[in-house]
């Protein structure tokens, strides 16, 4: 009988935490499928945030190291800068990226970090029990934000792929979504890509990846999933931001 | 034969880390120790190692973190202010047993405080340099020479212990010009191997996993407890101490640093002057050389800690010798350096009764 499917080697064969219907399992799966299909598992090193991801070093079969809440980027600059022929990703939450970790999130991407990072915005913190984030929209409902989002008092979410992608160091910025059959593969084709411009030593990677959170939004997971495209997309724009190895129009003409 | 050379001690400082083989180095500019970084960013480019200057003090040390933990010998530097940024970081670090070394070029505080030489810092770094039940090992040198020897031993130790290392130093060391022999490692210094770094398995083995996470108590329990052992392994075999003419001493004056040199001069005068002064230097403040002050408290009448703070190492001398002899202090806070001739009154003073 045909193999169709099957654990990517990337993933370790061990049940993870993650609340039923969390999109983190489909994130994990798809960096994994991506560093098995690139054969780069041998040479990365990932880097685990602070956030419902913590555990993810037990669930990558590559070397994991644990970050400080917000400094996986600075982390994953002391390895890629330490041991230049590896490959480093850090996989990080919207909290931990856009509020304690901008500045290291800003500046890896202004010096052209040659890493990847897989920013996994579900709009709110997770591990926590649910608090208002960075991404949390305007009006949106959190333990934090009782009463909504008040952009006049909580100030407006962050769009990290419109700010990152207007830096000159950043080199692939796309923003993809896990809602749907048609969205994963999309996803999948971005984070591989990410991973082929890094081992290509072609600077900084992100992948925003829309998630959901089920457990804070107070939803089911199916609801969560319709949620994600009535609320987060229209707000959150799917798409490539920036890309260097897009063959530029005027590089096409001639002469 | 090594060259004999005339350098500041900042700079002396990142020579002799590089020939201890490391050349990683994260910084960020902080007055009184920036010569480490600006002499890191012109020698490490040349010889293919990384200067990187972060965004922060906070980046700093989380760099410090991924190249140790990634099994590079790495350093970071900073000054009082920007080291209690990297607390953070040294806490993370402790927890995960990784190594690396970190800078004190210690100036006057709390908060901007000053900029002058200080020692104000001795709490922070021998009592509670991060959260959580931690040491670091804590060198104090006392003179541009004895800094350039530390460093190799600082990074030795935290590589083979996997505790993190801090030299403690002030910007009168930092700042100052002296000779010293800077030992040329020919072809680079060959370092440990690190099978437990996280930087490739290459399927060569199971992945391995840097973290100070664990949420079951007893397993945290299980790993600081054997952690300190190592801890006390350290307080057995690797305290140091320079001891001048305490043998027969009455009066004994402790100091560490640059302060141990004004120290050393009083001792002398004393001396001269038919006083029967000593002086007890701590090479390493973590851990603390506790037995061989307790030795000396047995023929010694009385203490005096010396400090440019208002008195930081005092307990710790207290605790050393089960306050069984009078433990007095001098010093000066803010950035005033103690003159010879002031500690030299102080000590005259004490042995008032015995001459």
């Known amino acids: 009988m045909a193999v169709v499917f099957k654990r990517p080697h990337a993933l370790t064969n061990v049940p993870t935490h993650y609340c039923p219907g969390c999109t983190h ?9 991506a560093l098995d299909e690139l054969d780069l598992e041998g040479r990365t090193v990932g880097i685990a945030p602070v956030g419902c991801a913590v555990m993810a070093y037990d669930y990558f079969n590559c070397d994991m190291i644990e970050a400080p809440h917000g400094r996986a980027p600075a982390i994953a600059t002391g390895v890629k800068r330490s041991v230049p022929d ?18 290291e999130t800003v500046h890896a991407a202004a010096r052209g970090e040659n890493i990847t990072i897989i920013f996994v915005n579900n709009a709110i913190y997770g591990m926590t029990g649910g608090q208002m984030a960075p991404t949390t929209l305007p009006n949106q409902v959190t333990q934090t934000s009782p009463f909504g989002r008040d952009i006049s008092q909580a100030g407006f979410p962050i769009k990290v792929c419109e700010m990152l992608s207007t830096l000159e160091g950043s080199s692939y910025i796309a923003r993809v979504s896990v809602d749907c059959v048609r969205n994963v593969n999309i996803a999948k084709k971005a984070i591989k890509k990410a991973f082929e411009i890094q081992s290509q030593g072609r600077g900084f990677t992100l992948i925003e990846v829309l998630s959901t959170c089920p457990t804070n939004w107070g939803v089911s997971p199916k609801d969560a999933l319709q949620w994600l495209r009535d609320n987060l997309i229209p707000y959150y724009p799917l798409g490539v931001y920036k890309d260097v190895t897009e063959v530029k129009k005027e590089e096409l003409c001639d002469g | 034969m090594e060259e004999r050379i005339l ?9 002799a880390a590089i020939q201890a ?15 480490v970084a600006a002499y890191m960013s012109k020698r490490l480019p040349k010889i293919g190692g990384t200067y990187l200057q972060a965004e922060s003090e906070v980046a700093a040390v989380n760099m410090l973190q991924g190249a140790g933990a990634a099994g590079a010998r790495a350093m970071t530097s900073s000054s009082s202010p920007g080291i209690s940024l990297k607390t953070e970081g040294i806490s993370y670090m402790a927890g995960a047993d990784i190594p690396g070394l970190i800078i004190n070029v210690q100036r006057g505080g709390p908060g901007l405080g000053g900029i002058q030489p200080s020692q104000a810092d001795y709490w922070q770094a021998t009592k509670a340099p991060g959260h959580g039940d931690l040491h670091i090992i804590v060198f104090a040198p006392s003179s541009v020479q004895e800094m350039v020897d530390l460093v190799e031993n600082a990074f030795d130790l935290s590589d083979e212990y996997r505790i993190p290392a801090m030299i403690l130093a002030d910007g009168l060391l930092g700042q100052m010009m002296e000779p010293v022999t800077i ?3 020919e072809g680079g210094k060959k370092l440990p191997e690190k099978k437990w770094a996280a930087k490739g398995h ?15 108590a007893a397993d945290l329990e299980r790993v600081i407890n054997e952690r300190f052992e190592r801890y006390k392994e350290l307080e057995v075999k690797h305290t140091r101490c320079e001891r001048y003419m305490t043998d027969d001493a009455d009066v004994v ?19 001269e002057q038919g006083v029967k002064a000593g002086l007890f230097r701590p090479i390493t403040l973590w851990p603390f050389p ?41 010093g000066h806070t803010g950035g005033i350096v103690p003159t010879p001739q002031e500690v030299l009154d102080k000590i005259l003073k004490l042995a008032g009764g015995e001459r």
């Open chain 1, 25 to 33: 399992g489909i994130i994990h799966r798809l960096v994994a499928e």
């Open chain 2, 253 to 271: 004056v402790v100091a560490y640093g640059a302060t141990g040199r004004i120290a050393k001069a009083a001792v002398k005068a004393a001396r």
């Open chain 2, 290 to 330: 506790k037995q061989d002050l307790k030795d000396i408290a047995k023929s010694a009448k009385a203490f005096l800690t010396v400090e440019m703070s208002m008195g930081q190492m005092v307990d710790d001398v207290k605790l050393a010798i089960d306050c069984k002899r009078p433990v007095d202090f001098f």
């Open chain 2, 183 to 185: 030992k040329k490692s």
């Open chain 1, 86 to 103: 590896s490959i480093v990703f850090t996989y990080q939450g919207d909290g931990d990226l856009a509020a304690i970790g901008t500045a």
């Open chain 2, 202 to 216: 290459g399927h060569k083995r199971a992945h391995n996993i840097i973290n100070s996470l664990y949420l079951k």
């Open chain 2, 21 to 35: 083989g490391c050349i990683r180095f994260f910084g960020y500019p902080i007055t009184p120790q920036t010569e």
């Open chain 2, 7 to 15: 350098m500041k001690g900042n700079e002396a400082l990142a020579e």
